[in-house]
């Protein structure tokens, strides 16, 4: 399975970014997508993620009702929509991909994309 993660980029605070990855590879179907994200001198931390139908959705605390994960079936694309951006959102966000079922955990993601750096700043 292949990743590729776009749409990082600077935001002033308070605003919106829109992260998209798309996927490709086989057994796609047996996968739930979804996003980390690590910011300097921490952990890679669990954000939000769908499974593969898009019929349940995960977030983590600290972004739940700011933060949206959606599934485009029709090109194998997860969206990660991203409102009331605060300075502690700064960090590399990575598109991953875990199998159905499997927690939101860092040892249980199978394939990672490259980051894409999100920065929140004035």
């Known amino acids: 399975v292949q990743l590729q993660a776009s749409g990082g980029g600077l935001v002033q605070p308070g605003g919106s970014l829109k992260l998209s990855c798309s996927a490709a590879?086989?057994?796609?179907?047996?996968?739930?997508l979804g996003w980390f994200r690590q910011a300097p001198g921490k952990e890679r931390e669990f954000v939000a993620g769908?499974?593969?139908?898009?019929?349940?959705?995960y977030s983590a605390n600290g972004v739940r009702g700011r933060f949206t994960v959606s599934r485009d079936g029709a090109d194998n694309t997860v969206h990660l929509q991203m409102n009331s951006l605060t300075p502690d959102d700064t960090a590399v966000y990575y598109c991953?991909?875990?199998?159905?079922?499997?927690?939101?955990?860092?040892?249980?993601?199978?394939?990672w994309g490259k980051g894409t750096q999100v920065t929140v700043s004035s």
């Open positions: 590879g086989r057994r796609l179907d047996t996968y739930s």
């Open positions: 991953a991909a875990v199998q159905d079922g499997r927690p939101w955990l860092v040892p249980d993601v199978e394939y």
């Open positions: 769908t499974s593969w139908r898009g019929t349940n959705t």
